[in-house]
């Protein structure tokens, strides 16, 4: 059992470049969530989806597009990347929302130079 | 503004003795709370959690304390032991009126047990 994966684990972009985030998971969760991790700032939520076909915009979702085409997969882009979105990407799912425990990927590091 | 908030950034605590982590949260709406731990190159990992109707809730090691009326959670772990070394996330929630539910995360705590 998986759980959730998240591809690649890492990766280098140049100002400008495009890139999408791929995030799988096997538990047939319908909740979907992408997070962003930097330093002293916790995680925070991009952008989520309560099933598929849906997607909604969570704290900080500029800079960012997301697509739900599978129950499984929840991809996240970036159109053009900013040095700003150099972070550490999280990817969770849950069956339910909130008053359910999430799991997580093991992160996408992207660096934006 | 932070509405779930943890106020120390790291914690040291000798193995075998008790390490408690601390959170306070400004929105009363928040009905669900969980804490998460998280080691280097790895994804957070769900560790427990506590309903507002409850003011504790344990799991072996672990107990969570809720004082609803001071917004405060703390998360104790008795005995500390090496492998908890980590950091810890505390989340909340609200889960319904047509809220979506979402966690909202603190900043996270870094707990050092030493040996």
């Known amino acids: 059992n998986a759980g959730v994966t998240q591809t690649p684990k890492f990766r280098v972009l140049k100002t400008g470049q495009s890139m999408t985030l791929l995030c799988a998971q096997d538990m047939n969760h319908e909740y979907m969530y992408w997070y962003r991790q930097d330093p002293g700032m916790g995680l925070r939520l991009i952008h989520y989806?309560?099933?598929?076909?849906?997607?909604a915009k969570g704290e900080v979702p500029d800079g960012y597009n997301v697509s739900r085409l599978k129950k499984q997969n929840f991809l996240l882009g970036l159109e053009s990347a900013a040095p700003s979105q150099t972070s550490v990407y999280f990817c969770?799912?849950?069956?339910?929302?909130?008053?359910?425990?999430?799991?997580f990927g093991q992160g996408t590091r992207l660096t934006v130079v | 503004d932070q509405q779930v908030k943890q106020n120390s950034p790291s914690l040291s605590v000798q193995e075998g003795r008790i390490s408690i982590l601390n959170c306070d949260y400004t929105?009363?709406?928040?009905?669900?709370f969980l804490w998460y731990k998280k080691y280097p190159a790895e994804g957070p990992t769900f560790l427990i959690s506590i309903s507002s109707i409850k003011d504790k809730n344990e799991d072996g090691r672990f107990t969570v304390f809720l004082n609803k009326s001071a917004k405060h959670l703390s998360l104790h772990i008795v005995p500390s032991q090496p492998g908890d070394s980590a950091v810890y996330f505390c989340a909340a929630s609200m889960n319904y009126g047509g809220s979506q539910g979402n966690l909202i995360f603190g900043k996270g705590t870094k707990l050092s047990v030493k040996p």
């Open positions: 989806s309560v099933g598929e076909g849906t997607t």
């Open positions: 969770a799912s849950s069956f339910f929302t909130g008053n359910t425990e999430a799991f």
């Open positions: 929105n009363s709406m928040f009905d669900y």
